[in-house]
């Protein structure tokens, strides 16, 4: 096929230096994005009389079948084009010939791609949030089950304080709506139309941009037209928001093969989430954690492309921005992979309480408990922390946790203890009296649930 730029050069593009070149088969997804973006175009230059008003009409209405033929399989992608901008107007021109020649009117593919890219973008951030959204439903789907299940919680991956299996789900939850706002907040700022910046300074044309922003869905305009060519910023933000949800998942699916292993034994993942092995035929492996774990560099590589591609370029436009949406694309891609299986997963997973108490009954993590008990009695709180100390040393040498002592024993560190300690030191105790607002008690638990379903679809 002849190249619309054919008309200045004396011999034909190189073969393997036009694949090379070529970006359809990465950019042919945005077909949608650019037939918008191409019928919003058209209906302006009609409005503002820069086009005849019955051409604009072919244009649009045939751009709507081009649509139409691609979405029911009618129209195959011609893989040769050089990228789908071409190829959508290729495909127009030969449909109704020269009137299709003129929707490239005061418009270049420097803006075309950049609002095709942001468009894309916006369908794809609302489809991830649903997504986030959708675990948020599984983890409340847990955490109402697990409000007084006791864990012990961690500390340096030593057994510290007990908490509550829900409260511990419950911070996840947390992350996850601060990753709906981060990519809310990107998607915010990406919302404004660079169409009509042309290739770089703007156009002669006496077009109105705002009116077209406001047909594709913008807030408004991008203000400067080198900008509105050059700035990939927003994929750089959303990849980092990307990034940082992927870390969230990581982190979880960490916690779900440690919690799965027989030395923990937390939890149990059904079968559906997990594979066997090829040789031992008691394995039961975390495979769908691990490779949510494994993906995230992926999507860190991805931010690091898209970083490294920009850093040294020139205003406005290089083509080393094509590189764009190799990298966003892998990560919704790769996130979107990720949440689709992580989700069901974790509904399905199925906690083991005994198992979780038996641990929190032996790292003497009721200590602090037995600390703030004497504080209560009015031993000042660094005094308090040493006697318990001595205690647990005491329990450590003679193979004993806390609650194995008599009284006696306990009033040979401190006259202070009476009979009450035991009832401060059960670890149900210890859960309920943790009061404080954002803690593992139960009316904290019970708040988070509530304000984590307004998030949930
Ligand atoms: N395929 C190109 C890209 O994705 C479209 C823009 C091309 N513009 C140009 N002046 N060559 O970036």
Redesign the pocket.
């Known amino acids: 096929m002849d190249k619309m730029w054919a008309g200045r050069f004396s011999k034909a593009l190189d073969k393997q230096a036009d694949d090379f070149n070529s970006?359809i088969h990465i950019?042919s997804r945005m077909y949608k994005q650019d037939i918008q973006g191409s019928v919003a175009h058209a209906a302006m230059l009609a409005r503002q009389g820069i086009i005849g008003s019955a051409d604009a009409g072919l244009i649009i209405a045939e751009l709507g079948n081009i649509l139409d033929d691609l979405q029911n399989g009618n129209l195959a992608i011609d893989e040769q084009a050089e990228?789908i901008?071409m190829f959508v107007e290729a495909e127009l021109t030969k449909r109704i010939g020269d009137v299709g020649k003129k929707l490239h009117t005061a418009r270049s593919?420097?803006d075309q791609?950049a609002v095709d890219i942001r468009l894309y973008l916006r369908d794809e951030a609302a489809e991830i949030v649903f997504l986030i959204k959708e675990l948020l439903g599984s983890i409340v789907h847990q955490a109402s089950q697990h409000k007084t299940t006791i864990m012990p919680g961690y500390t340096h991956l030593q057994r510290a304080q007990p908490i509550t299996f829900a409260h511990h789900l419950l911070a996840y939850a947390m992350m996850f709506t601060r990753d709906i706002t981060r990519i809310g907040d990107a998607v915010k700022r990406m919302n404004l139309s660079p169409l009509g910046s042309c290739a770089l300074a703007g156009t002669t044309y006496n077009t109105d941009r705002e009116s077209e922003a406001k047909a594709l869905g913008f807030d408004g305009i991008t203000l400067n037209s080198i900008d509105g060519v050059s700035d990939r910023d927003f994929c750089v933000e959303l990849l980092s928001a990307f990034a940082t949800l992927m870390m969230h998942l990581s982190r979880f699916s960490e916690e779900v093969i440690l919690w799965s292993s027989w030395e923990f034994k937390f939890v149990e993942l059904d079968d559906s989430y997990t594979t066997g092995s090829s040789i031992m035929p008691q394995k039961k492996n975390p495979d769908i954690a691990e490779l949510v774990r494994g993906k995230t560099g992926r999507v860190y590589g991805d931010l690091m492309a898209m970083l490294t591609v920009l850093k040294g370029l020139p205003l406005a436009?290089n083509?080393d921005?094509?590189e764009d949406?190799e990298s966003i694309f892998d990560a919704i891609d790769t996130v979107k992979q990720c949440l689709t299986v992580f989700t069901p997963m974790i509904h399905t997973m199925k906690a083991l309480p005994e198992n979780m108490l038996q641990a929190a009954q032996k790292g003497f993590i009721n200590a602090t408990d037995l600390a703030d008990y004497l504080t209560k009695k009015g031993i000042p709180f660094r005094a308090a922390y040493k006697v318990v100390g001595q205690i647990v040393g005491h329990c450590v040498q003679n193979n004993k946790v806390l609650e194995d002592l008599s009284l006696e024993e306990y009033q040979t560190f401190h006259e202070s203890f009476e009979e009450d300690l035991y009832e401060a030191i059960n670890l149900h105790t210890c859960v309920e009296s943790r009061i404080s607002a954002g803690g593992t008690g139960l009316a904290s638990v019970e708040q988070q649930l509530s304000y984590i379903t307004e998030f949930t679809v």
């Open positions: 970006s950019d990228d901008h593919r420097n791609v436009y083509k921005m094509q949406k």
